[in-house]
């Protein structure tokens, strides 16, 4: 397991539990989900395009400390409270990721802390 790196990244939002950001393997970077949180715990209010945006900004601080960026992320999965904002959401993504990935939205019942976003991705390294 020496090839499994564990990333924590002090630039993006606090783990809500007893995981790492990520884990670092010599072909991907598997990114836990990420809720709109800024690094210092502070849930963010608003639309869903800015929590999209933070949510998105803990990404790329997880994915630089990992080596890695948005541009490298191959697969997207996302859990979203209400698919109501599907279409504000999809706007605010595709300002993040132009080079589309394959991604996956669900609707979800809850999420940690009661948010109503959540994305994960996993990334080349």
């Known amino acids: 397991m ?6 924590v990244a ?14 670092k393997t010599p072909t991907a970077i598997y990114c836990s989900g990420s809720i709109p949180m800024d690094a210092q715990g502070n849930l963010i209010e608003g639309t869903i395009a800015e929590k999209t945006a933070q949510v998105f900004k803990n990404l790329q601080a997880v994915l630089t400390e990992a080596g890695s960026s948005l541009d490298r992320i191959v697969k997207v999965n996302i859990f ?3 698919m109501g904002s599907f279409a504000e959401l999809n ?10 990935p394959a991604r996956s939205t669900v609707a979800v019942k809850t ?13 080349l390294p």
Do not use: R
Request: charged residues 25%; hydrophobic residues 45%; glycine residues 2%.
């Open 91 to 100: 706007e605010e993504y595709a300002k993040w990721l132009t080079h589309k």
């Open 10 to 23: 002090k630039e993006a939002a606090p783990a809500a539990g007893p995981y790492s950001h990520a884990v």
């Open 2 to 7: 020496a090839d499994l790196i564990p990333i």
């Open 80 to 82: 979203l409270a209400d």
């Open 111 to 123: 999420l940690p802390k009661n948010v109503d976003l959540e994305i994960e991705c996993i990334a």
